[in-house]
């Protein structure tokens, strides 16, 4: 049996017999060479990182052209840093689960420090506050969830996090957003020395949301007399601190039981999978797919590894924006949350095995090809058709890939003005095109309110994935009953109208009623969502 732990360098052969690449540089030289200069620190360290930006890491430094390692930062699960990092000394087993079944696994070593970087963690705050003051540094990156980067309650106020950390100032912040401003004002006031702040997570205009959310946090503080306008104005300045957009790709479900079964088979000893009690779940292996895109903007004030020579698209503003709404509110997260919203009401366990409904297929297809593309701006770097195309034959029926329902029905409230606000945005936008024409987004949003009944269509209890919003939702439609007579408007009026969940008044844009007649229909008795999604394609679909 091999470990991650064991010295891979002058074990290769034991490696190679379990099936498993290893790197050819010291991880011990990169780590003493990180800590004399800093480049790359990463905010949120679950499975995406682990395999998509850890392997970009690690091609730049087999290639020679980075010379530092990664740090990583969680500051809201210290279950990850405690649980898949520190005992296995930062490094991570990635498994590309292909088409064919078989499976790529290599070991990274290029993540060389990670920490619990909130001050109830000191030695570990006091580190991060050591290395945000590092000239060297260059990049900040970001995959901490939508939620990560949010300030404010489902009415749109200010949370009492955030409240508490702009009246308690820099000192010792409690919120995410808001101990990395502190963070920000310890490199000002130690030569102010530029940075980029790169999120990449699954939003439209990533990098302006996170943006906002500094500057939130920096004016709070500046009017309650903790930092100056030059604070201000070094965040605002664009050759001081940078907040490029990005648009990532890659499905990278939950570890997965039968993964980690075929690894200790393999005679790998790490195979164990972490549940975390903030619902994280992790493990010293990740699992991913094939397939993969980054997209980013190119805005490095402090300069930047060559993402590019690990096959990162480097390009500009424009073009980068466009890739992201294809992906993230037109051709790729609209289809899956669609799938989640389904699959967990019809009591799906897999992804792959949703794409063996012909319905499910037809309502995702409606929603992409029909009701998507049309408003699509193409970002020439991916052709948004063939890009669809690739994700309903051949990425989501992969049935290699563990996805689940599931886990992309986590945070739902989160993703839904991304999923599909802006896409009726578009249709309330632009020339030539109607709202009210919609039928897929309005027929997938009375689901997730169907969904939110916490009742499957057999009338069965199920437990929902965990979001930030669910007490807050749960009341909207907690006490209906499979059958019984419900004045649905009555229950749905105050949510369907809410701007900062669906973007707009539903109502207003004739959307309303539309989610409020699929939401009767799908709370008719047993078996009504598979009806009523069987009525609108046999009705609507083109
Ligand atoms: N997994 C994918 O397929 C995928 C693909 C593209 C983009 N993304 C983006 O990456 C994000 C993370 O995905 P993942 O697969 O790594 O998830 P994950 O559950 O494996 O890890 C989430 C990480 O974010 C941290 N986190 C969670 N809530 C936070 C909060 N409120 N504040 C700060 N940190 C927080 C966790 O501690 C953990 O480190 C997604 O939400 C999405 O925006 C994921
Ligand atoms: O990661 P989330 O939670 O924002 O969304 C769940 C999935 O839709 C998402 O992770 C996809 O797998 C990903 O966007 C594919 O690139």
Same mark, same amino acid.
Do not use: C
């Given at each position: 049996m091999v470990k991650l732990t064991d010295d891979y360098l002058n074990n290769k052969a034991a490696f190679a017999a379990a099936g498993i690449t290893v790197p050819t540089y010291d991880q011990d030289k990169l780590r003493t060479a990180t800590n004399e200069h800093p480049r790359w620190v990463h905010f949120g360290g679950g499975?995406?990182?682990?395999?998509?930006?850890?392997?970009?890491?690690?091609?730049?430094?087999?290639?020679?052209?980075?010379?530092?390692?990664?740090?990583?930062?969680?500051?809201?699960?210290?279950?990850?840093?405690?649980?898949?990092?520190?005992?296995?000394?930062?490094?991570?087993?990635?498994?590309?689960?292909?088409?064919?079944?078989?499976?790529?696994?290599?070991?990274?070593?290029?993540?060389?420090?990670?920490?619990?970087?909130?001050?109830?963690?000191?030695?570990?705050?006091?580190?991060?506050?050591?290395?945000?003051?590092?000239?060297?540094?260059?990049?900040?990156?970001?995959?901490?969830?939508?939620?990560?980067?949010?300030?404010?309650?489902?009415?749109?106020?200010?949370?009492?996090?955030?409240?508490?950390?702009?009246?308690?100032?820099?000192?010792?912040?409690?919120?995410?957003?808001?101990?990395?401003?502190?963070?920000?004002?310890?490199?000002?006031?130690?030569?102010?020395?530029?940075?980029?702040?790169?999120?990449?997570?699954?939003?439209?205009?990533?990098?302006?949301?996170?943006?906002?959310?500094?500057?939130?946090?920096?004016?709070?503080?500046?009017?309650?007399?903790?930092?100056?306008?030059?604070?201000?104005?070094?965040?605002?300045?664009?050759?001081?601190?940078?907040?490029?957009?990005?648009?990532?790709?890659?499905?990278?479900?939950?570890?997965?039981?039968?993964?980690?079964?075929?690894?200790?088979?393999?005679? #790998? %000893? *790490?195979?164990?999978? &972490?549940? /975390?009690?903030?619902? +994280?779940?992790?493990?010293?292996?990740?699992?991913?797919?094939?397939?993969?895109?980054?997209?980013?903007?190119?805005?490095?004030?402090?300069?930047?590894?060559? #993402? %590019? *020579?690990?096959?990162? &698209?480097? /390009?500009?503003?424009? +073009?980068?924006?466009?890739?992201?709404?294809?992906?993230?509110?037109t051709c790729l997260n609209p289809l899956h949350t669609s799938l989640a919203i389904f699959g967990s009401v019809l009591q799906f366990k897999s992804i792959s095995d949703e794409l063996q409904n012909d319905d499910l297929v037809g309502v995702i297809k409606q929603i992409g090809y029909v009701e998507g593309l049309p408003v699509v701006t193409d970002p020439k770097v991916i052709n948004p058709k063939e890009f669809i195309d690739q994700l309903v034959t051949k990425r989501l029926p992969n049935p290699y890939i563990p996805d689940t329902p599931q886990r992309i029905a986590t945070d739902t409230s989160q993703k839904i003005p991304v999923r599909y606000g802006v896409t009726i945005k578009q249709y309330v936008d632009r020339d030539g095109f109607d709202p009210s024409t919609l039928e897929f987004i309005p027929l997938t949003i009375a689901g997730w309110f169907r969904y939110l009944m916490a009742v499957n269509d057999e009338g069965e209890a199920f437990e929902p994935s965990p979001d930030p919003m669910m007490d807050d939702l749960k009341k909207y439609v907690g006490d209906i009953k499979l059958g019984e007579p419900t004045d649905v408007h009555a229950h749905l009026k105050d949510i369907l109208t809410n701007k900062a969940i669906f973007g707009q008044d539903l109502y207003a844009v004739g959307l309303g009623e539309k989610v409020e007649n699929y939401f009767s229909q799908m709370i008719a008795g047993k078996g009504a969502i598979v009806k009523t999604i069987e009525d609108a394609l046999a009705k609507h679909a083109k």
């Open positions: 499975n995406l990182f682990r395999a998509f930006h850890a392997a970009i890491a690690n091609t730049l430094i087999e290639k020679g052209e980075l010379d530092s390692g990664v740090i990583v930062a969680d500051t809201y699960d210290n279950s990850v840093v405690d649980g898949v990092y520190k005992p296995f000394n930062d490094r991570v087993l990635r498994v590309i689960t292909k088409a064919d079944g078989n499976f790529d696994k290599e070991l990274f070593a290029s993540v060389t420090e990670s920490l619990f970087a909130t001050p109830a963690r000191e030695a570990d705050w006091k580190r991060m506050q050591e290395i945000f003051k590092a000239p060297s540094l260059q990049v900040v990156s970001f995959s901490i969830t939508e939620k990560g980067y949010n300030l404010k309650t489902v009415a749109g106020d200010l949370n009492d996090l955030t409240k508490a950390d702009l009246a308690a100032g820099p000192a010792a912040p409690k919120g995410n957003m808001a101990g990395l401003v502190a963070l920000l004002l310890g490199r000002f006031q130690n030569g102010a020395t530029p940075l980029t702040l790169m999120s990449t997570d699954n939003f439209s205009n990533n990098g302006d949301k996170l943006k906002d959310s500094v500057l939130t946090i920096a004016k709070g503080w500046k009017e309650n007399g903790f930092v100056g306008q030059d604070f201000l104005d070094y965040l605002q300045d664009s050759k001081k601190i940078s907040f490029p957009l990005s648009m990532i790709d890659r499905i990278t479900p939950n570890p997965s039981e039968a993964v980690s079964a075929k690894l200790k088979d393999s005679g #790998f %000893e *790490d195979y164990t999978i &972490i549940h /975390t009690p903030k619902h +994280t779940n992790i493990a010293p292996f990740t699992n991913t797919e094939e397939v993969h895109y980054l997209v980013v903007e190119d805005n490095f004030p402090n300069g930047r590894p060559k #993402f %590019e *020579d690990a096959g990162v &698209i480097m /390009t500009d503003r424009k +073009t980068v924006g466009e890739a992201d709404e294809m992906k993230v509110t």
